[in-house]
Nanobody, 124 residues
Framework: QAQLVESGGGLVQPGGSLRLSCAASGRTFSSYAMGWFRQAPGKEREFVAGRSWSGRYTYYVDSVRGRFTISRDNAKNTVYLQMNSLKPEDTAVYYC?????????????????WGQGTQVTVSS
């Protein structure tokens, strides 16, 4: 059974960095587009970053562009989200997702598999 498991979340001070990992199991996701989403308390889930299976296309929401980087290691069946210069408004539960079709869509409904989420809290 296909499964995505996020890790790497935690508490970090403003300006700090974290790297989230999403390990896939149960199937090979090398041909899937991968994405990261987040949901803050009382807010809708929002797209953060997406990457095509080939790596040719990457997408970021404007609020994280230049600070976050999505990458993937298909040999390890793992996708990463490097988060630098973190701000309090980045506080949320972060989810990774896999889509059989598309290039890293910003639309949540396109994704077929979701992880359980990992909490990121940015606070002094």
């Amino acid at each position: 059974q296909a499964q995505l498991v996020e890790s790497g979340g935690g508490l970090v001070q403003p300006g700090g960095s974290l790297r989230l990992s999403c390990a896939a199991s149960g199937r090979t996701f090398s041909s899937y587009a991968m994405g990261w989403f987040r949901q803050a308390p009382g807010k809708e889930r929002e797209f953060v970053a997406g990457r095509s299976w080939s790596g040719r296309y990457t997408y970021y929401v404007d609020s994280v562009r230049g600070r976050f980087t999505i990458s993937r290691d298909n040999a390890k069946n793992t996708v990463y989200l490097q988060m630098n210069s973190l701000k309090p408004e980045d506080t949320a539960v972060y989810y990774c997702a896999a889509a059989k079709y598309g290039d890293g869509s910003t639309t949540a409904s396109v994704y077929d598999y979701w992880g359980q989420g990992t909490q990121v809290t940015v606070s002094s």
